[in-house]
């Protein structure tokens, strides 16, 4: 199984919809973040939480909001959706604040608002 | 507010030949990661690059970091086709571990 895991892969969804990306991790890590990317843009940061008790926006956190229901879990949603949030969207987490390494990534939710 | 910059955005290359990826960033930062993205695919991470002088080899690639001149580079010598992706570099900053990205280097090895 992996790691990070994202459901869904791939989204359709219409304007004005709710809609909830959902990430769960088996890492053990403290920190769990989301980012988006766009083509041309590299990957921005959404949100990012230390943990249960500690949300933080990042960059581009307008239109998303995030909840973490345990270590292991973190969710982004869009509470209605546009069409400019069609984007590839990775939650990822860190274990640097533990004295680890770096980061592991989902594989990535695909969404397109139409 | 943190910058990175990578350049070139598009490199198209012949079988063979060497280059270098370029990353340049902002603000002061005590780590950097180079990661390869196959299409529709999720992040590997290639390199971890520590300290000022760094050097990593994996393969066909070497990485490097420069601290003082803010500056990482990903060389690629005698590129093979399966090299072709989107690298990004990545700079780490601050107590909460955020991750800034480059745009990114669409590589494409040709035959």
């Known amino acids: 199984d992996a790691d990070v895991t994202q459901t869904p892969r791939n989204r359709i969804t219409k304007t004005g919809k709710r809609i909830m990306l959902e990430c769960s991790q088996t890492?053990?890590?403290?920190?769990m973040y989301w980012y988006r990317q766009d083509p041309g843009l590299g990957l921005r940061l959404i949100y990012y939480?230390?943990?249960?008790?500690?949300?933080n926006k990042g960059e581009i956190s307008d239109g998303y909001s995030v909840s973490r229901q345990a270590q292991a879990k973190f969710s982004l949603s869009l509470e209605s959706a546009i069409p400019n949030q069609t984007a590839l969207y990775f939650c990822?987490?860190?274990?640097?604040?533990?004295?680890?390494?770096?980061?592991?990534f989902g594989s990535g939710t695909r969404l397109t608002v139409v | 507010e943190l910058k990175v910059e990578q350049n070139p955005l598009f490199l198209s290359m012949q079988e063979g030949k060497n280059y270098t990826i370029y990353c340049n960033y902002s603000t002061t930062s005590d780590r950097l990661y180079w990661y390869r993205q196959d299409p529709g695919k999720s992040l590997e991470s290639l390199f971890v690059?520590?300290?000022?002088?760094a050097v990593k080899q994996e393969g066909r690639l070497m990485a490097s970091l420069d601290t003082k001149a803010r500056l990482s580079t990903l060389h690629i010598t005698a590129a093979v086709h399966d090299l072709s992706a989107t690298y990004f570099c990545a700079v780490v900053t601050g107590t909460a571990s955020k991750l800034t990205f480059g745009t990114g280097t669409r590589l494409q090895v040709t035959l």
């Open positions: 690059l520590l300290s000022n002088g």
């Open positions: 939480s230390f943990d249960v008790k500690d949300i």
């Open positions: 990822a987490t860190s274990d640097l604040a533990a004295g680890g390494s770096g980061y592991t």
């Open positions: 890492k053990g890590h403290d920190r």
